[in-house]
């Protein structure tokens, strides 16, 4: 079951305020794309805790201890600011993919620095392949939402709830990424963590009610 499915209490906040926030992130992106670079700023460090969760789960394992996925992140912004003459886009959606694509692109050459003797290419050393199986961290919203409207509001979607991941305690945070980010097993994140599988289950728990408790208090305060 998806992490979305958990927290299916606040999809009336969640959508509601990436309606918001993607009307407030294309009007930073208007002023980015017309010389802004305090709005691209502001706009890049909305999207810190997305990518730092995309940047956790595009990196091989073996590069964890050495390479820190916020490293990963903050080479992605030096370049994003570098480069943002060169993004040819115009709305959220086209940075977001523009973002992701460089993203990948550190990662790969991460990869290709420090597992170079490795028979493996770069490219399937990347453990976010279009085949993984594992559940993607943009897959937040439910099948329903179909319409194209709605399919755009997914990525934001997913930059809502990061952010929310953002605020619960780190040990909640970090089991819930292993879990529905990484797809791993109770044992798994029980020797990732050096916890019981017990006490995992406790974290994910209050983990995941802390979020519903926060989407549902967004949406009070809407």
């Not at 990436?18 to 670079?37: P, Y």
């Not at 493996?120 to 993607?136: G, L």
């Not at 439910?142 to 040990?171: F, G, H, K």
């Amino acid at each position: 079951m998806g992490l979305w499915c958990f927290c299916a209490a606040g999809f009336s906040s969640l959508l509601g305020h990436t309606h918001v926030n993607r009307s407030h992130h294309q009007e930073l992106l208007n002023q980015a794309i017309a010389g802004d670079k305090d709005a691209l700023g502001e706009l890049l460090e909305d999207y810190r805790a997305y990518l730092t969760v995309l940047a956790q789960r595009y990196l091989d394992n073996r590069l964890k201890g050495r390479l820190d996925a916020a490293d990963v992140v903050q080479i992605t912004f030096l370049e994003a600011q570098r480069d943002i003459g060169a993004f040819r886009g115009h709305h959220i959606e086209e940075l977001l993919g523009w973002l992701r694509h460089i993203l990948r692109n550190n990662v790969s050459s991460a990869h290709q620095r420090h597992l170079q003797t490795q028979k493996r290419s770069a490219k399937r050393e990347v453990s976010n392949s279009p085949t993984d199986s594992r559940p993607a961290f943009t897959d937040v919203a439910p099948a329903e939402l179909t319409t194209p409207s709605q399919r755009m509001m997914r990525d934001e979607a997913a930059v809502y709830l990061a952010n929310c991941l953002e605020e619960i305690p780190d040990t909640q945070r970090e089991a819930i990424r292993l879990r529905y980010v990484e797809g791993c097993s109770l044992k798994e994140i029980s020797a990732k963590m050096g916890k019981s599988e017990m006490a995992v289950a406790g974290l994910l728990k209050r983990g995941l009610q802390a979020l519903r408790n926060r989407m549902i208090s967004d949406s009070s305060a809407g």
